[in-house]
């Protein structure tokens, strides 16, 4: 990620003609009332540019997406709905859009900047472990983030470390709506399939219809796993052995506590009827300093479906956290944390197609259920 600031105006279009010969620039995007600066994160289909808006008389990320080579599908399903859901939100935890443009060209959606990058960025930055006093004051934001999101009838379906990014305060701001869509809160069944595959819930992967506030939690708890391990939980490029890594279960580094054991459990459950609710989340013992038992306030309300909530934790964890994103050659605690590509396993059947292999994202056919 680039940390320059917005150029001058001349500079900025990069459209000049020198007469010396060289070769002209390609000309930059151009909007009235923005100088154009340095490019803060690409992503599938966009670029995002730090740019100085005249208006707001302020920095801000302007995200480009350029009509020409963004898929056909692109255009006219998941852009209009990343603009649909991002006009409902407004948290002190989501990114704040301020205005969108649009030119024969491109689309551009004008943003807040969240000035000190993203949570993966972070996370490698910081040796790979946040400390967990630190952990629960961000996870709570993005607790708080995504509460909003479903009050506000919008799943995200794309959390994951890259996506949530922090303010010059370290404020989280949780932002790409490009997967997310609108919901009725009655019949939330939904079959596209999207996101990044080490973050998607099991029932995504198997190719079930699905809850997206129910998946969305389970994306949930394996950022706050990355947070406090330093790795993903399962981090494999096919979907079958994603499912034997899900179905082995999860190893928690030794220094995690047994509250923070607990919620990222209650978040990573298979059964979709047993996975945590954020509302419980967010009253979750891992949060009070004050709490006598990690359990006390987790989303198995009555003393048998606490039981059977212990049993499978254990039943879920393992020896052998997945190696997958590890680069060799390098000391283990040196090593970045690599958020993982998705890529469809063609010799499982299921519904995936690979959107975009590169940047991680896949989607499939996209349709509310009746
Ligand atoms: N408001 C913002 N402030 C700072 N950086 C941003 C902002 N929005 C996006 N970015 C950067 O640009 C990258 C790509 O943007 P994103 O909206 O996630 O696009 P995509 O949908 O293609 O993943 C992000 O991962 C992040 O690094
Ligand atoms: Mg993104």
Same mark, same amino acid.
């Given at each position: ?25 390609r000309?930059r995007?151009?909007?009235p ?13 966009a ?6 808006s005249?208006k707001?008389?302020s920095?801000?990320?302007?995200? =480009? ?7 056909k ?16 939100l ?9 205005e969108?443009?649009e ?20 996370i $490698? ?5 946040i ?5 629960? =004051? +961000? ?12 009050i ?19 404020v989280?701001?949780l ?5 997310a869509?609108?919901? $009725? ?18 029932? =995504?992967?198997?190719g ?10 389970w994306?949930l708890?394996v ?11 399962f $981090? ?9 890594a899900?179905?082995?279960? =999860? ?9 923070c ?7 990573? /459950?298979t059964?979709?009827?047993r ?19 990690? +359990? ?12 059977v ?20 050659g ?8 690599? /958020?993982?590509?998705?890529v469809?396993?063609?010799s ?13 994202e ?9």
């Open positions: 990620m680039s940390s320059g600031s917005p150029s001058s105006p001349s500079a900025g279009d990069g459209s000049t003609s020198p007469s010396n010969g060289n070769p002209v620039p000309p995007e151009k909007i009332g923005y100088i154009f600066g340095d490019v803060i994160g690409t992503g599938a289909y670029k995002v540019r730090r740019c100085y005249e707001f008389k920095n801000v990320a302007v995200k =480009i997406v350029s009509k020409k080579s963004a898929p599908d692109y255009l006219s399903k998941f852009l209009p709905r990343e603009i649909q859901c991002i006009h409902k407004r948290h002190k935890n989501i990114v704040r859009v301020l969108i443009l030119t024969e060209r491109s689309m551009y959606i004008v943003m807040q900047e969240a000035e000190k990058g993203d949570l993966l960025d972070f $490698n930055a910081n040796h790979r472990k400390a967990e006093k630190d952990a629960k =004051i +961000y996870f709570q934001q993005i607790l708080e983030a995504v509460e909003h999101c479903h506000k009838n919008v799943v995200h379906r794309d959390l994951k470390c890259e996506n949530i990014l922090f303010d010059k305060d370290m989280i701001k932002s790409d709506f490009g997967f869509r609108t919901i $009725n809160p009655e019949n939330c069944q939904l079959k596209t399939h999207c996101g990044s595959l080490a973050y998607a819930a099991p029932e =995504i992967v198997k079930k219809d699905y809850d997206g506030r129910i998946s969305d939690v994306s708890g950022v706050l796993f990355a947070m406090v391990n330093g790795k993903l939980p $981090n494999d490029t096919s979907v079958k052995n994603l499912l034997t899900i179905n082995k279960g =999860i190893t928690f580094q030794s220094n995690v506590s047994e509250a054991r607990d919620i990222i459990t209650a978040m990573l /459950m059964d979709t009827g996975r945590a609710k954020i509302k419980d989340l967010l009253k979750h013992a891992w949060f009070d300093p004050d709490a006598s038992s990690p +359990y006390r306030s987790c989303s198995t309300p009555s003393p048998r479906e606490m039981d909530a212990r049993d499978e934790k254990h039943f879920i964890k393992t020896p052998n956290p997945s190696p997958a994103s590890t680069p060799r390098t000391p283990e605690h040196q090593q970045p944390l690599v /958020m993982n590509s998705d469809s396993d063609s499982t059947p299921g519904p995936y197609h690979t959107a975009n292999e590169s940047s991680g896949f989607s499939g056919s996209d349709q509310m259920s009746t």
